[in-house]
């Protein structure tokens, strides 16, 4: 994991317009602006002091290429809680790389930040979404109707998923 460069862009443009991505995300295709000013957001993350906000790039370690991002967002900069959330390319979806990523941001959450809780979003329809939350210790808290999200995006059915220091701590070897 790495920070987020701008020319990321043009990378992650690539799956925000794949079919298969677009089946678990808001119908509101994404221009290659949106995704640059997406991009441009995570930047200005960076430069936040205090930080309280971190959106990674995922990068194959053979050969740098870009395959998606990995997040933690505290919603006010002296929040004991956050969300986390993860995005990756289909082309590598089933080969692990989302269990790596948001295992290392879980662990860099609680352990280092000493957050208390963290929430995660996932539509309903998205199975590998869900199987990882739950794998890494995520249990169902609600379920949210069809609606604007934070975002702004108008989101399907979709749940929330909370893992508190507690449980993930104990699960630790």
């Known amino acids: 994991m790495r920070e987020i460069e701008t020319t990321d862009a043009d990378a992650m443009y690539v799956w925000h317009v794949d079919p298969r991505y677009l ?18 957001r995570f930047i200005g993350w960076q430069r ?3 930080r309280w906000r971190w959106q990674l790039a ?3 370690r053979e050969s740098g290429v870009l395959i998606g991002s990995c997040g933690v ?8 809680t956050a969300d ?16 790596e990523a948001l295992r290392a941001m879980v662990e860099f959450a609680f352990a280092d930040l000493g957050l208390s809780e963290l929430n995660a ?3 309903d329809t998205n199975a590998r979404s869900i199987r990882l ?3 890494l210790g995520f249990s169902h808290a609600l379920s ?11 989101w399907p059915e979709r749940s929330e998923y909370q893992l508190p220091r507690d449980r993930w701590r104990s699960a630790q070897p």
């Open 23 to 40: 089946e678990h995300y808001p119908v509101e295709r994404m221009s290659i602006q949106d995704t640059r000013d997406l991009v441009e």
């Open 48 to 50: 936040e002091l205090p």
């Open 58 to 60: 995922l990068e194959l």
């Open 73 to 80: 967002r505290r919603t006010t900069v002296d929040a004991t």
């Open 84 to 99: 986390v959330g993860y995005e990756l390319n289909p082309e590598v979806w089933g080969r692990g790389y989302a269990t």
């Open 121 to 123: 979003r996932s539509v």
């Open 133 to 135: 939350l739950e794998s």
């Open 144 to 154: 949210l109707s069809p609606g604007r999200g934070r975002d702004g995006r108008f």
